[in-house]
């Protein structure tokens, strides 16, 4: 299995940017494919972009696609989430999330029942 650390939130301003990391402990963390998700204030947690496990693929959300971007390093064990021109509708808790099932180099899931493990959020608060 894997243990995953989120970090990087923070207070930023409209059209600003702001990296978030997602740190990865456990063996074997370059055969999974990670995604990061977030729950806005009084909503339901939805997807917002995911890698595969050698980080060739990429899937976004349509609100994010454009503004955010994914990558990952895994000989640091580590998954990033670069978000630019935020926006205040951007607010939320971010998690990062990995499934038990190891697709091919091209699985993105992107569906909250595909991911299995999760890291415990970070703050995101865009300002108006």
């Known amino acids: 299995q894997v243990q995953l650390v989120e970090s990087g939130g923070g207070l930023v301003q409209a059209g600003g940017s702001l990296r978030l990391s997602c740190a990865a402990s456990?063996?074997?963390?370059?055969?999974?494919?990670v995604g990061w998700f977030r729950q806005p204030p009084g909503k339901e947690r939805e997807f917002v972009a995911s890698?595969?496990?050698?980080?060739?693929?990429?899937y976004y959300a349509d609100s994010v696609k454009s503004r955010f971007s994914i990558s990952r390093d895994n000989a640091k064990k580590t998954v990033y989430l670069q978000m630019n021109s935020v926006k205040p509708e951007d607010t939320a808790v971010y998690y990062c999330?990995?499934?038990?099932?190891?697709?091919?180099?091209?699985?993105?899931?992107?569906?909250?029942?595909?991911?299995?493990?999760w890291g415990q959020g970070t703050q995101v608060t865009v300002s108006s």
């Open positions: 999330g990995a499934p038990e099932y190891r697709g091919g180099d091209n699985y993105t899931p992107h569906t909250l029942g595909e991911y299995d493990y």
């Open positions: 456990g063996r074997s963390f370059s055969t999974y494919a």
């Open positions: 890698i595969g496990r050698s980080g060739g693929w990429t």
